[in-house]
């Protein structure tokens, strides 16, 4: 069995007295011009607060102010021997700044327990000492991993023994049954803070240093909090930028690297290896939030092609970019995706081969996902999508490009138009408009023409600067047949059924 205790100390930062940092640092034998100096600093000093012309003073014994400079030391100086008390001790023990963490592992619940309350003692009589206190309702416990002694299975129903049938309960797996209360639920570990008291809180999930973790170091609750948290922080940010105006497709680009990732992954070395598949899932679910706003594209556009048309690798891909990113910049070794780095290599050789791991995962998806036939015939593969930088995706090159837009036959099949005829007669699907609409010849001819004339991909790096505008000058000629007639529906002389409830 495994547990985590959470402790919250009340007020921690501003209830530490002085005179007990001044005890701590001589019982340390602080050396002997560091503590004269530290006890003058700390001696005689005031609050003074003037406020409509009335000022009020007051001596001040106590308060480490948490951004001060020193006021970390001093926290530190006085929490340092509980660390090792408990360590001495065989607990195990984890502290940043006021967040104590203690986890307590052995065999038998009643070892656990034992184990536990004996460090929670130490932890209440280190509080006393400093005249701190324990917040009772604040401080937690989560089960993180119960007893797996024998495997054995035991049949149960409402406690009584039976034979066969009903339910069955797997030994080394009830992390379930210990929280579930009434029948068919076990007692969780009870600690107390102090004797005569409730137990510790037993919860469900825990949320440390911005981590939500789970019974049984479940991550799904902190996968679901920080999707929400990067999703509504990039809809608001995006809110700049609607289908037809707003900031460009590089600025929503720079904001997704730059506030949705690290939103999304913060601290993803520390929960990285725990997502699982239906994780990676809902990890997509959220980047999908960003991806229709990068793309500008219809909302019925699936998350797969958004992510090849925005050249954005897989949320749930990324995440293990970045663990494994982590892994590599502390030089550890790792052997996952098919790579293998070694402890010590070089760290952008191996970044590199990382990144050529992922991309061919992603390559496997594309290649086998059923969605985005169209998309699929601009980019057959990422490779393809990656390799083309230039393109720049707006409202209406989107539309093209997913297949997902002011298209009849698209609309008609979502019931948004009578019709699913383009005014030539033929149907009027993303190809027709592209390639075969005669009324579109001129503009076709034209484009082909200036093409052949200079062609903006053959006369040199893409991304030189002339070039750019001669590609944006194609990607123009290209989407004017959408946008032309959303100009026309604007003004009321198109025939279609007003497509915005779909639209993003
Ligand atoms: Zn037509």
Redesign the pocket.
């Known amino acids: 069995m495994a547990f985590g205790i959470l402790f919250d100390v009340t007020g921690a930062f501003n209830n530490l007295r002085w005179d007990s940092v001044l005890e701590e640092l001589e019982r340390r034998r602080c050396p002997g011009n560091l503590w004269p100096l530290l006890a003058d600093y700390l001696d005689d000093r005031t609050v003074a607060l003037a406020c409509n012309g009335i000022h009020v003073c007051k001596k001040v014994k106590k308060g480490a102010p948490q951004g001060s400079i020193l006021g970390p030391d001093l926290w530190n100086i006085c929490m340092d021997p509980v660390l090792r008390e408990v360590q001495d001790r065989g607990g195990e023990i984890v502290a940043y700044a006021d967040d104590l963490l203690l986890i307590v592992t052995g065999g038998g619940r009643q070892a656990c327990e034992d184990q536990g309350q004996d460090m929670t003692r130490l932890i209440a009589r280190w509080a006393d000492r400093l005249c701190l206190e324990i917040s009772r309702s604040k401080t937690e416990m989560i089960l993180l991993k119960n007893s797996a002694t024998g495997g054995k299975k035991v049949t149960r129903a409402g406690g009584k023994r039976i034979l066969g049938e009903k339910r069955v309960i797997e030994r080394g797996n009830l992390t379930g049954s210990l929280i579930r209360k009434g029948k068919g639920g076990a007692r969780p570990p009870c600690i107390r803070i102090s004797d005569g008291e409730m137990g510790i809180h037993c919860k469900e999930e825990v949320e440390y240093l911005g981590v939500t973790i789970g019974t049984g170091f479940s991550i799904a609750g902190h996968v679901e909090v920080v999707g929400a948290k990067a999703s509504q922080l990039y809809q608001r940010l995006a809110s700049l930028a609607r289908a037809q105006w707003g900031i460009s497709y590089g600025a929503m680009r720079q904001l997704y690297s730059g506030v949705f990732l690290p939103t999304s992954l913060y601290a993803v070395s520390a929960w990285g290896d725990l997502v699982t598949s239906t994780l990676g899932d809902n990890l997509q679910s959220s980047q999908r939030v960003a991806l229709i706003r990068i793309c500008r594209a219809y909302r019925t556009a699936s998350t797969d092609l958004l992510q090849v048309c925005a050249s954005l690798l897989p949320l749930d891909l990324e995440c293990m970019r970045w663990r494994l990113r982590a892994l590599i910049r502390k030089g550890q070794s790792f052997n996952q995706l098919g790579i293998e780095v070694r402890e010590g290599e070089n760290p952008r050789l191996a970044l590199r081969r990382v990144d050529c791991g992922l991309w061919k995962r992603w390559e496997e998806r594309w290649s086998n996902s059923v969605k985005g036939k169209i998309t699929r015939e601009f980019f057959p593969s990422v490779v393809h999508r990656l390799n083309s930088e230039h393109i720049e995706l707006d409202h209406y090159v989107s539309q093209f490009l997913t297949g997902h837009g002011d298209f009849k036959a698209k609309l008609s099949g979502m019931g948004l138009s009578e019709s699913s005829l ?5 149907e ?1 699907t993303t190809g ?2 592209l390639l ?5 010849e001129c503009t076709r001819v034209e484009l082909k023409q200036w093409l052949s004339d200079t062609d903006p991909l053959a006369s040199g790096s893409a991304s030189s600067g002339g070039d750019e505008g001669d590609i944006r000058g194609v990607q123009e000629d290209v989407s004017s047949p959408a946008s032309r007639k959303a100009q026309a529906r604007r003004e009321g002389t198109h025939s279609c059924v007003n497509p915005r409830q779909s639209q993003y």
């Open positions: 383009c005014a030539c007669g033929a009027e027709h408009v075969d609409c005669e009324r579109l």
